[in-house]
C-alpha cells in the first residue's frame, strides 16, 4: 500500500465521558481505557485503525490541555510535538481550525480525516477502503466530505444525513443534517432509504476547510490566523485567544450550511460507544446475556446485565437482576437499569451537591 505523503489525521480526545461514569472520570476520561475489555484502549485502537495507511509523524492528538501527558504514554509511536492541548473546551469547531492551521504549516496541501478517539469500528478493512476514496475526493475536489454509517435500526441517539440520490456514485451531496430525531422521525428516516447516521468523521483538503471557516465563521478564522504555528509563540497565542472563540460545533458551524458537503454510506460495524447500553451491546456475553469482565462473579436468575468490576480479583455475586448496569471501581459504584444510562449525567450533577462530591466525579 502507498502511503500519501499529504494525508493526515486528527484524533479528536478531549472529551470526559460522563455517561461513561464511575469508570470514566474527570482525570481518566473513557477515551483513555480498555471499555471493552481488548487489552487496547479506544483511542489506541483509533491510532491502530489508521496506522495502517499513515505514518506516525502524519497523526496528531487534540485533546485537553490535562490529557497530553496521559495521551503520550499511550501513543509513544506519535512525536510529542504532534500531540496538542487544549487551553479549554471550545467543542469542535475551534479545534478543528486549530489543527487545520497547524497542519497547513507544515503541508499547505495536506488532506486531513478527522476521527473521534472514541468509536469502534468491527470492518476496518472496508474502514480503510473508504478512507482512501475519501481522500483522493478530498485532494480533486473543493469538498468537506463526512462518512455516514449504514443504519441498523431507528435510534434516537445519532444525528441524521440525509443524502441525494445519484447512480453509481461513492459519494453523495447532503441535503440535510438533523440532530438526534424523535423515534416517530427516526423510524420514517430509516424507511425513506436516504438516510445515514452521522458518524462525526470528517475528511477534507485544509484548502477547502479554510474557505469554508473564512465564509462561515470568519471571526474565529481571524482569531486562529494570529497565531504563528509550530513556533515557540505558538502555545501562548492560542491560550490568548482560546477565551475569545465561539464555542460551536463544526457541524453547526459549518457543515448545516455550506453547499459542498458530500457523504461516503459506509457499512462499518461501527459503534460511538456513548452509553453503557452501547457497550453492552457490543460485548462478549454469557449464556444469560450478561456481559461480565471478571472471572469471580456469580449470577442467578440475572440477565441482561452489564457488569465491570475495576478490581478484576474481587467476588461478587449477583442475584436476581435482570437489564442493569453494574459498575465498581476504587471510589465509587453505581447500579442503575440499562434503560436509566442516559440519566447518568443527572447522576453526577446530583453527587456533586455532596460536601466534596466532586472527588468521585
Given at each position: 500500500m502507498v502511503l500519501n505523503s499529504s494525508n493526515y489525521c486528527v484524533i479528536m480526545a478531549g472529551g470526559i465521558g460522563s455517561?461513561?461514569?464511575?469508570?470514566?472520570?474527570?482525570?481518566?476520561?473513557?477515551?483513555?481505557?480498555?471499555?471493552?475489555?481488548?487489552?487496547?484502549?479506544?483511542?489506541?485502537?483509533t491510532y491502530d485503525r489508521i496506522s495502517n495507511i499513515l505514518p506516525p509523524g502524519n497523526i496528531f492528538v487534540i485533546t485537553n490541555k490535562e490529557y497530553t501527558e496521559l495521551t503520550a504514554q499511550q501513543l509513544p509511536e506519535i512525536p510529542?510535538?504532534?500531540?496538542?492541548?487544549?487551553?479549554?473546551?471550545?467543542?469542535?469547531?475551534?479545534?478543528?481550525?486549530?489543527?487545520?492551521?497547524?497542519?497547513?504549516?507544515?503541508?499547505?496541501?495536506?488532506?486531513?480525516?478527522?476521527?473521534?478517539?472514541?468509536?469502534?469500528?468491527?470492518?476496518?478493512?472496508?474502514?480503510?477502503?473508504?478512507?482512501?476514496?475519501?481522500f483522493e475526493l478530498a485532494a480533486e475536489n473543493d469538498y468537506l466530505i463526512t462518512m455516514g454509517i449504514t443504519p441498523t435500526r431507528p435510534d434516537t441517539g445519532y444525528g441524521y444525513i440525509q443524502f441525494v440520490e445519484e447512480k453509481n456514485a461513492g459519494a453523495f451531496k447532503v441535503k440535510t443534517f438533523t440532530e438526534k430525531p424523535s423515534l416517530e422521525f427516526a423510524r420514517t428516516f430509516i424507511e425513506s432509504g436516504?438516510?445515514?447516521?452521522?458518524?462525526?468523521?470528517?475528511?477534507?483538503?485544509?484548502?477547502?476547510?479554510?474557505?469554508?471557516?473564512?465564509?462561515?465563521?470568519?471571526?474565529?478564522?481571524?482569531?486562529?490566523?494570529?497565531?504563528?504555528?509550530?513556533?515557540?509563540?505558538?502555545?501562548?497565542?492560542?491560550?490568548?485567544?482560546?477565551?475569545?472563540?465561539?464555542?460551536?460545533?463544526?457541524?453547526?458551524?459549518?457543515?448545516?450550511?455550506?453547499?459542498?458537503?458530500?457523504?461516503?454510506?459506509?457499512?462499518?460495524?461501527?459503534?460511538?460507544?456513548?452509553?453503557?447500553?452501547?457497550?453492552?451491546?457490543?460485548?462478549?456475553?454469557?449464556?444469560?446475556?450478561?456481559?461480565?469482565?471478571?472471572?469471580?462473579?456469580?449470577?442467578?436468575?440475572?440477565?441482561?446485565n452489564i457488569i465491570r468490576f475495576k478490581n478484576h480479583n474481587k467476588a461478587a455475586i449477583i442475584d436476581g437482576l435482570k437489564n442493569y448496569i453494574i459498575v465498581d471501581t476504587d471510589k465509587a459504584l453505581l447500579i442503575c437499569p440499562r434503560n436509566n444510562d442516559q440519566l447518568i449525567k443527572e447522576y453526577i450533577q446530583d453527587l456533586k451537591n455532596f460536601k466534596k462530591g466532586d472527588k468521585f466525579i
Open positions: 455517561r461513561f461514569w464511575p469508570m470514566s472520570t474527570q482525570k481518566f476520561p473513557k477515551q483513555f481505557q480498555d471499555i471493552l475489555g481488548t487489552g487496547r484502549t479506544m483511542i489506541q485502537q510529542v510535538e504532534n500531540i496538542v492541548g487544549e487551553p479549554m473546551m471550545k467543542n469542535t469547531a475551534a479545534c478543528n481550525l486549530y489543527m487545520a492551521n497547524k497542519i497547513a504549516a507544515i503541508d499547505p496541501d495536506a488532506n486531513i480525516i478527522v476521527l473521534p478517539a472514541d468509536h469502534l469500528i468491527l470492518k476496518e478493512t472496508v474502514f480503510l477502503e473508504k478512507v482512501e476514496f475519501a436516504d438516510f445515514l447516521w452521522n458518524a462525526g468523521i470528517f475528511i477534507w483538503n485544509v484548502k477547502s476547510i479554510y474557505k469554508a471557516f473564512a465564509e462561515y465563521l470568519s471571526e474565529m478564522t481571524e482569531h486562529f490566523s494570529s497565531c504563528e504555528y509550530n513556533t515557540e509563540g505558538e502555545r501562548r497565542c492560542i491560550e490568548t485567544i482560546y477565551p475569545k472563540v465561539n464555542k460551536i460545533s463544526i457541524d453547526n458551524g459549518i457543515l448545516e450550511k455550506a453547499t459542498n458537503v458530500y457523504v461516503i454510506p459506509a457499512d462499518l460495524g461501527w459503534s460511538d460507544l456513548g452509553t453503557w447500553t452501547s457497550v453492552y451491546e457490543n460485548a462478549e456475553k454469557d449464556e444469560a446475556r450478561n456481559a461480565i469482565n471478571s472471572k469471580y462473579v456469580l449470577s442467578y436468575n440475572s440477565k441482561g
